[in-house]
């Protein structure tokens, strides 16, 4: 097993910048595709991006390509996801996810671990 905690988050302003940490507790975090997802109110949750086990791959969201960037460091059991040049409909809640393997699914339903989400809020 392992526990995810997300940190980062908070207000900013269109075309700001904020970088979202994921924290994983347990073992052997290097065998886990990491990935991160959002959920605005009122909408289901969306693939934002995810990256390999062996950080060899990413994807991401259309919606985002371009301006986030995601990243891990197995030394420190840390995925993170750098947002830039943010917009207004960026604005949701961010959740962290794990699952083993190395396949990068973009469903929600394929990860098996959660953490328990950081609120992003961008001002226009």
């Known amino acids: 097993q392992v526990q995810l905690v997300e940190s980062g988050g908070g207000l900013v302003q269109a075309g700001g910048s904020l970088r979202l940490s994921c924290g994983a507790a347990?073992?052997?975090?290097?065998?886990?595709?990491m990935g991160w997802f959002r959920q605005a109110p009122g909408k289901e949750r969306e693939f934002v991006a995810a990256?390999?086990?062996?950080?060899?791959?990413?994807a991401y969201a259309d919606s985002v390509k371009g301006r986030f960037t995601m990243s891990r460091t197995d030394a420190n059991n840390t995925s993170y996801l750098q947002m830039n040049s943010l917009k207004p409909e960026d604005t949701a809640v961010y959740y962290c996810?794990?699952?083993?393997?190395?396949?990068?699914?973009?469903?929600?339903?394929?990860?098996?671990?959660w953490g328990q989400g950081t609120q992003v809020t961008v001002s226009s």
């Open positions: 347990g073992r052997t975090f290097s065998r886990y595709t």
């Open positions: 990256i390999s086990h062996t950080g060899g791959r990413e």
């Open positions: 996810a794990a699952r083993t393997g190395n396949i990068l699914y973009s469903d929600y339903r394929e990860y098996n671990y």
